[in-house]
């Protein structure tokens, strides 16, 4: 077999919330981890997103999605366009995409309702007219080893906080299944742990009153500068909605 373009411990498949939020978790956790993005997500159609925590007013879906991507990429997680074409696993997953190839140890499906690009797995799928919906587990795991689905693909709710939480508990099934050391995605005030005699834990961290107000600065400066300006992007409207248009001219 050929040496693949890209080789990685997890490759992530969808750019939306669901893979965005799964690709930063596996990350963080020390998995080297590639998310490739096809088009563009579902989310940016919405003309103003108001059903995620920690914005009382909504949040501009644009920005949303733009922030999810900046947090991927600071957490080391490497974005990458390119349409997955297929996959097939042996003792590792490939996949075919664009005129490159990939290998990975996990594939976290993250993309919108088709799995036609999965065909070339024995994998569990539900037809729901001109959608193809995964059927995981509670926890995102399919009938394939190594293989988990988040979000629209696995027939979650149709909502940026849905898609965001199954990411999250699909990647975190799947560090648990690597076996990586990892305890909780935690940072903690200095002495949290080690205060009472424990080691910090794998996936922790203590920070100094210093370090806590050095990050917190930062945070408020970098919420100020994207929000300064609107996003320059509109919703993309659907494309049933721009046919009809074409067709009345």
């Known amino acids: 077999m050929a040496t693949p373009d890209t080789d990685a411990d997890v ?9 965005l939020t799964a690709a930063t978790f596996t990350a963080r956790a020390g998995l080297d981890t590639v998310l490739y993005d096809h088009g563009e997500s579902i989310l940016a159609r919405n003309a103003h997103l108001e059903n995620v925590p ?12 733009d922030l999810c991507a900046e947090w991927a990429e600071r957490n080391g997680v490497s974005l990458r366009r390119g349409e997955v074409a297929e996959v097939e696993r ?15 140890d996990y594939v976290v499906a993250a993309s919108w309702a088709d799995a036609s690009y999965l065909d070339g797995l024995s994998i569990e799928e539900a037809d729901r007219g001109t959608k ?11 009938n394939v080893p190594g293989l988990y689905a988040a979000g629209r ?3 979650r709710y149709h909502q940026a906080v849905v898609a ?28 949290y742990f080690t205060g009472r ?15 806590r107000e ?18 320059p992007e509109e919703p993309t409207m659907h494309p049933a909605v721009e046919a009809d248009a074409e067709s009345d001219d």
């Open 54 to 65: 920690g914005f009382p007013l909504g949040v501009d879906p644009r920005r949303f999605l």
């Open 90 to 104: 042996d003792e590792r997953f490939s996949l075919a995409v664009g005129e490159g190839t990939a290998s990975a």
């Open 153 to 155: 693909l696995a027939e």
């Open 214 to 231: 050095r990050r917190a600065r930062a945070s408020r400066e970098l919420v100020r500068e994207r929000f300064a300006e609107p996003h």
């Open 164 to 191: 965001a939480g199954s990411g999250a508990t699909a990647a975190l099934t799947l560090i648990a299944d690597s076996e990586v050391p990892f305890y909780h995605d935690w940072v903690v005030p200095e002495g």
């Open 11 to 19: 490759v992530v498949v969808g750019g939306g919330p669901a893979g």
């Open 197 to 211: 005699g424990r080691e910090v834990p794998p996936g922790c961290e203590e920070i100094d009153d210093e370090e």
């Open 132 to 142: 193809t919906f995964l059927q995981p587990d509670d926890r995102g795991r399919t």
